[in-house]
Nanobody
């Protein structure tokens, strides 16, 4: 139900924009988060956006470099990643949780982001 896209191989200092298309209806009842998993490491929370898009939250590791936004008409959440670093390399996942719930119950397959130094 969730499909990520936009990953790729870039140089350090570059930017990428990831997209997360979620086919649920209505899309606006779901909060969405982005996570990543680097090789040999546990999955890490990065950012989240609420149902309406007026509240966002970021992990310290990406604050000031990443922004999250959503387009409820297109059922898509975006993760804009600027000033990328080699340590941002990993598989990026988006996940959704329904209104009133705590756990992210819906996950995408992930998209690979590789940042070379």
């Amino acid at each position: 139900q969730l499909v990520e896209s936009g990953g790729g191989l870039v140089h350090a200092g570059s930017s990428l924009r990831l997209s997360c298309l979620f086919s649920a209806r209505p899309f606006s009842r779901f909060a969405v988060g982005w996570f990543r998993q680097a090789p040999g490491k546990e999955r890490e929370y990065l950012a989240a956006i609420n149902y309406s898009g007026d509240t966002t939250h970021f992990a310290d590791s990406v604050k000031g470099r990443f922004t999250i936004s959503r387009d409820n008409v297109r059922s898509t959440v975006y993760l804009q990643m600027d000033s990328l670093k080699p340590e941002d390399t990993g598989v990026y996942y988006c996940a959704a949780r329904d209104f009133g719930t705590i756990e992210y119950d819906y996950w995408g397959q992930g998209t690979q982001v590789t940042v070379s130094s």
